[in-house]
């Protein structure tokens, strides 16, 4: 069972906030993963965006990092003890 919201993710203006911020949302199911709202009174700028990016791709790179463990496990690359350790650390686990 996944623990988190499954992709994709996009990045768009929150217009419910008092600070038009960036809510990550989830569009398969309407729901909002994460928002980042700017300090002040200030709307977000290319550094608010360039975070919202990369935590949009949040997804896609766990979905990456499983496929690169599977492979390193069919070539004997990696202890089993640290295939595990990896993949919890990846969902969040510790």
Known sequence: MKKHTCG??????EEASDHRGIA????AN?????TITP??????DEID???ARLITAAPDLLTACER?????????GLPA???LLNEAKAKGRD
């Not at 690169?68 to 004997?76: E, F, K, N, P, T």
């Open 39 to 44: 300090e002040e009174d200030r709307q977000a």
């Open 68 to 76: 690169a463990l599977q492979q390193l496990d069919l070539i004997g």
């Open 24 to 27: 990550i949302c989830a569009p």
């Open 30 to 34: 309407g729901w909002i993963v994460a």
């Open 81 to 83: 003890t640290i295939r």
């Open 49 to 51: 965006w360039a975070n």
């Open 8 to 13: 994709p993710w996009i990045a768009e203006m």
